[in-house]
């Protein structure tokens, strides 16, 4: 039987000065539109809408859906995507619009691929312990990394949805007492035990993520939900390293301390995290994206997106690389000379001046 969303699309119904396109993705905590900002900007945007069906089933959604938009609108780091407005119909639609984000998630590369390379994995995961490193310095822990909140794209990699995150600090209680908010499999066992969890079990979730990418499988596995979470809340996960054996041993023992039971054990920070990660991230390791196997993109002003960024074409990416700007086309010399070019015009400089000397003397006396 069709819920009552499904059975009435939003496709073409205006929200707001938003103009639905398409439904580009759903979850617990809402339904993601590509839509059109009818403004002068025109701009495509991604549209996350809580209609009033979904209500039904979520303690507190219109608060919690609030809250979301609040939370990522405090954020400044460009791993997420940027908010742009909030509003509620007068049919009781709740909707955030934020940037739409061109690009895969990462359960998607996941389910085509099954694994990463580790260079690339390590890269991601870097890139993840960033944006929860910003997030966590305004005070707000995630509590749902996943790969599907994951987005690869031409300008970076990005997390998205807060729709579960918790403010440090807060004294407002929008759950049910006993209620485990997360997706298992990734929740960290302190949660699962009834906790409430910072961002130490942020760092455990990506983690598992990294394992995921690594070995292109959980590290628990069961036949429902609640055996995972069981194995989750008394188990340690193993070393990547079982699986694939051709594994860094530096690299799986940074997933065995992200991974740990008890969060004291785990890296304490996602700056401390990240200062182990780094050095293992070669200079030049791409996170590929749909469109362009290995793309670089420049960012302009410290903005992100399909119109604030531009593609280097092969020759000025390989410039990019290398660190350096791009030669003009007209230029084809080069822009210095080799140690024995130099003494050789050192030499040939001096021969000359002292041919020139001898023969000025000569006229002289002569």
């Known amino acids: 039987m069709l819920s009552p969303i499904q059975s009435a699309p939003l496709s073409n119904r ?17 339904i993601v539109y590509l839509a059109e900002d009818t403004s002068p900007l025109k701009r495509l945007v991604a549209l996350k809408v809580l209609p009033p069906s979904f209500l039904a ?47 895969v998630n990462l359960e998607t590369r996941l389910q085509s691929e099954k694994c990463l390379n580790e260079n690339e994995a390590i890269r991601i995961a870097s890139d993840i312990s960033s944006a929860l490193k910003d ?29 579960i ?24 066992p ?20 990294l394992y995921m990418m690594l070995t292109g499988s959980l590290p628990f596995k069961g036949r429902t939900p609640l055996e995972i979470l069981m194995k ?9 390293k079982l699986v694939k054996p051709e594994l860094s041993e530096k690299v799986c023992s940074i997933v065995k301390k992200m991974t740990e039971n008890n969060p004291d054990l785990r890296f304490q920070t996602h700056a401390e995290l990240q200062r182990t990660l780094d050095p293992l991230v070669p200079s030049q390791t791409k996170v590929r994206a749909p469109g362009d196997q290995f ?28 660190m350096r700007p791009p030669m003009p086309s007209s230029y084809s010399g080069r822009s210095s000379m080799s140690p024995f070019e130099s003494v050789m015009v050192i030499v040939i400089t001096c021969v000359i001046l002292v041919y020139l000397l001898g023969w000025g003397c000569s006229a002289v006396l002569g």
């Open 165 to 188: 995150a918790r403010i440090s600090g807060e004294n407002t209680k929008l759950t049910l007492t006993g209620q485990v908010l997360g997706t298992p499999g990734f929740i960290s």
């Open 190 to 209: 302190e949660v699962i035990n009834g906790g409430r969890g910072d961002h130490r079990s942020d760092i455990y979730s990506t983690g598992v993520v």
């Open 295 to 322: 793309s670089r993109c420049l960012v302009i002003n410290g903005n992100v997106g399909k119109v604030d960024y531009y593609q280097q074409n092969n020759t000025q990416r390989k410039n990019l690389l290398n």
């Open 57 to 103: 089933g979520i303690h507190n959604g219109e608060k919690r859906f609030l809250r979301e938009a609040q939370s990522a609108a405090r954020l400044k780091s460009n791993r997420f995507p940027a908010i742009y407005d909030y509003g509620v119909t007068a049919d009781g639609i709740a909707y955030i619009a934020q940037e739409y984000i061109e690009g």
């Open 14 to 30: 205006m929200l707001g000065k938003y103009r639905i396109k398409q439904e580009i993705g759903r979850g617990g905590m809402g």
């Open 135 to 163: 997030a966590m310095e305004r005070g707000i822990f995630h509590r749902d990394i996943k790969p599907s909140n994951v987005i690869l794209s031409e300008s970076g990699t990005k997390l998205v949805d807060l729709g």
């Open 232 to 240: 989750q809340a008394t188990g340690s996960v193993q070393s990547p």
